[in-house]
């Protein structure tokens, strides 16, 4: 029976919709230290992240089921990218003073629903108040078979790949910050970047059918995520200009606002989608419609170091890494 005090009544919110612990613990007892977008511990995928208000999400632009959902995409993106499922959460919380009773409620249920709707259990965690809202998520999750995807798997010989499309966070925040008078005409890219929508269970689905090779979720943008994953492999990457599957409304947006749609696509942070590169040897596209219809190659792994970019002329050019920094 939890107290009538309202941090008690409050955490009871949260967890009025948590899922039981699947009883099943991970089969091996595998480790992997800090270095790739999971670490291994005693065979859990473990991640955290933390969104903070006014870095990550900002009320006045979205709801406050957006900016929960947003932050808990942001943990499962990272399981997905080692190939596993997320199964377990610890979940922390900085309720700012200035929310209202009417915002802390929906902030309960958003949490408390989008965990339970992914299967998460939501086992623990901590609540404190202070003149800044943050949201923090410890997320464990288990390989259903196979072996994790590694920064370092790619192989010279593998196609690149990416899931979905591309750009669509950075020109969403772009809209927000500079042309808010145009978010309705352009509400995917406005919403995808408050409430990013990915395939959560990409990753597992390529390991389900036998792929072994490289894979990193793209949240500090394309440029600086091919430029990870070759150095981590100690491979060269080389990129083509006409495959990067840029969306078609950032594309859109570009054009109506005299924009590079590249700049997007290749350095947009919080995309959250997958880069990946493997061999093509088992076929996957063969045996999986859906994943035939999300991954885009947009170019190969190669002997040597760096990344560049073959663009639609002819001319070859290094891809920098164009990192976001929160320092």
Known sequence: MFPDLGEFNFVRKILENSVA?????PGNRDWLPAGDDCALF??????????????????????PEQAVEKHIVSNVSDISAMGGVPKLAVFGICVNKAWN??????????????????????????????????????????????SPLLRSGARPGDGVYV??????????????????????????????????????????????H???GACMDISDGLSSELNHLALSSGVAIEIEEGLLPVDADVRRLAD?????????????????????????KNDIFLKNAALSQCLTRIGSVKAGSGVSMVRKDGRVEIVKAQAWSHL
Not at 21 to 25: F, Y
Not at 105 to 117: H, K, N, T
Request: net charge negative.
């Open 21 to 25: 612990p699947d009883p099943k613990a």
């Open 42 to 63: 005693d065979g859990w995928l473990v991640t955290k992240d933390l969104s903070v208000e006014g870095s990550h999400f900002r009320l006045d632009w979205s709801t």
């Open 101 to 146: 009773a009417e915002v802390r409620d929906r902030i309960c249920r958003a949490v408390s629903e989008g965990f339970a709707r992914r299967g998460i259990a939501l086992i623990g965690g901590d609540t404190v108040a202070g003149e800044c809202g943050m949201f923090s998520t410890t997320l464990l999750g288990q390989m259903e078979g196979g």
């Open 163 to 208: 899931a979905g499309t591309l750009g669509k966070s950075a020109a969403g925040l772009w809209l927000l910050m500079n042309r808010p008078d145009a978010r309705a005409e352009f509400a995917h890219l406005a919403d995808y970047h408050l409430a990013p929508q990915i395939d959560e269970r990409c990753g597992a689905e390529l390991v389900k």
């Open 210 to 212: 036998g792929v072994c």
């Open 256 to 280: 109506r606002f005299g924009l590079d749609p590249l700049e997007f696509a290749l350095n947009g942070g919080e995309e959250y989608q997958l880069l990946c590169a493997f061999s093509l």
